[in-house]
């Protein structure tokens, strides 16, 4: 199976060069792969029922939170490291104290992925998408009642899925969504750097 990609105009940065630069992007397929799908396909291939990997999935997050909040790295041999990287901000000074100050917070975690991951990964076989695929341009209120009627039926809805099930850009994917929320139909359930939308109920 292959895995598809369009080429896409890269946005201008303001005093750049005239010229326009292109960049390729893989176009998702189908939808996000989560933890019950993912849980199937391991049994598939395994003598475990998908409510057993299922459960050892779950307990295995768990376990990693743990770990990631002792401040523990994780090495999955071959698959990479996950590790918590931290950030600073300033915060306010006072009369009393002339240095600046910073306030210590957790930024992300970071993700490192293995050279053998890699390896396999670079054996993946890709040809761009049919043009009858390709944006279509669809007008911005049918795109947002593709969003809604998608979340009709389903928990939560990400970038990437915005971007498969209206065959466009990742820019006008975040628009609809950030339109959406402004309108209050949807409502962002994540963090910033994970976003994720459902219904306003």
């Given at each position: ?163 498969g099930l209206n065959h ?34």
């Amino acid at each position: 199976m292959s895995a598809e990609y369009d080429v896409f105009k890269t946005p201008k940065p303001e005093n750049g060069s005239p010229r326009q630069e292109y960049h390729a992007r893989l176009v998702p397929y189908g939808e996000v792969v989560r933890i019950n799908e993912l849980s199937m396909l391991i049994s598939e291939i395994s003598s475990f029922s998908s409510a057993d990997v299922g459960g050892m999935l779950k307990a295995f997050q768990e376990t990693m939170s743990l770990l990631l909040l002792q401040g523990r790295k994780i090495e999955l041999e071959g698959l990479g490291l996950f590790s918590v990287a931290l950030g600073t901000r300033p915060v306010k000074q006072t009369e009393q104290d002339q240095e600046e100050n910073k306030e210590i917070y957790v930024k992300t975690v970071k993700f490192r992925c293995s050279a053998e991951l890699r390896s396999k990964i670079r054996h993946m076989h890709l040809k761009r998408i049919p043009k009858s695929k390709r944006e279509t341009n669809l007008p911005a209120e049918e795109r947002k009642k593709n969003i809604l009627s998608y979340l009709s039926g389903e928990d939560t809805i990400i970038t990437s899925e915005c971007m498969g099930l209206n065959h466009c850009t990742r820019y006008t994917a975040q628009k609809d969504l950030k339109e959406l929320s402004g309108e209050r139909l949807i409502k962002n359930t994540r963090s910033k750097h994970t976003s994720a939308y459902a219904l306003v109920k």
